[in-house]
C-alpha cells in the first residue's frame, strides 16, 4: 500500500518542465504563438521539441491597425474554430496548462 502512494506522487510532481505539459494531456491548454496567435485547444499528443496536436481548437489572429486621421491603434482580433490542428514547436511562446485549484 505504502508503494502505490510513492508510485502516485512520483507520477504527480513535476519533475522538469515537460512534466507540466505531460499533466496537461487530454485537457484544454493556451498556446500563445510567434506571430501573434493564440490558440485554445485540447491536448491530443507532443513530442519533445514542443511539437503538439491539438484538437478543438480555437484560434485567435490579432492585427493591429493605425487609425490615418487620429494615428492611434486599433486592435482587431479575428476567431475560428479548427477541429485538429498540428503546431510546430519552433514557433511557440507560451504554453499554459489548465490551472488546478486544490
Do not use: C
Not at 502516485?8 to 518542465?17: A, I, L, Y
Not at 491548454?29 to 496536436?53: F, P, S, T
Not at 481548437?57 to 490615418?68: F, L, R, S
Not at 486621421?69 to 476567431?79: G, L, P, R, V
Amino acid at each position: 500500500m505504502v508503494d502505490d502512494v510513492d508510485q502516485q506522487q512520483t507520477t504527480n510532481t513535476v519533475e522538469e518542465p515537460l512534466d507540466l505539459i505531460r499533466f496537461s494531456l487530454d485537457e484544454q491548454i493556451h498556446v500563445k504563438m510567434r506571430n501573434d496567435k493564440e490558440l485554445r485547444g485540447r491536448l491530443h499528443a507532443y513530442d519533445q521539441h514542443l511539437n503538439m496536436i491539438l484538437g478543438d481548437v480555437e484560434e485567435t489572429k490579432t492585427t493591429i491597425e493605425i487609425d490615418e486621421e487620429t494615428y492611434e491603434e486599433i486592435y482587431k482580433s479575428t476567431k475560428w474554430n479548427i477541429r485538429m490542428f498540428f503546431v510546430k514547436g519552433n514557433g511557440l511562446v507560451l504554453v499554459a496548462p489548465p490551472l488546478r485549484v486544490g
